[in-house]
């Protein structure tokens, strides 16, 4: 299956910048971050972030999922879902963020972990953080995600 592109192309240069982030589900709701933006606002994100050299997409996802909300993940092996998004970073370069999502489970929570002062952490309903999440990525993926949790629920392989 091809790879869906969110977002506009910007004219010129748009590098690409590889990322991992994750669904993390506690409660019935799943985790995501308040980011502040200078003339954006706050913006709504899963966690996640860029993949460090010599990194690999499942352990960006868990050290960002630390690093921007505290929590201990456990990351299955394996993205549920991949998709690309043009985005506007904090240094004014738009990049072609090449995501990788990975779904798994809680096992903590470390504040030590947390270092990123300006991402806090908010619990949503999968429903409610659709509508909210600023990155279409970031949407797609948890509808994505939601479809894959009714078709375990329900033994169902069909589409």
């Known amino acids: 299956m091809p790879v869906p592109q969110f977002g506009e192309r910007p004219e010129g240069d748009c590098p690409d910048r590889p990322a991992a982030f994750v669904v993390a589900e506690r409660d019935g ?17 899963l966690p996640g972030g860029g993949i460090d050299p ?3 997409a499942r352990d960006a996802a868990i050290r960002e999922c630390g ?3 505290g929590l201990v993940f456990k990351a299955d092996p394996e993205p549920f879902v991949a998709a690309d998004h043009y985005f506007l970073h904090h240094d004014g370069v738009v990049r072609n963020t090449r995501g990788q999502f990975f779904a798994g489970r809680i096992v903590g929570e470390d504040p030590g972990l947390h270092i990123e002062a300006d991402h806090e952490l908010a619990w949503l309903e999968p429903l409610e953080a659709i509508t909210h999440l600023n990155r279409g990525s970031h949407v797609w993926a948890v509808a994505c995600w939601l479809r894959l949790r009714a078709r375990a629920a329900t033994g169902s392989e069909r589409p």
Request: charged share 25%; glycine share 14%.
């Open 54 to 56: 010599g990194e690999s």
């Open 67 to 69: 690093e921007e909300a």
């Open 29 to 45: 709701r799943i985790a995501v971050v308040r980011v502040p933006w200078a003339g954006r606002g706050v913006l709504l994100h």
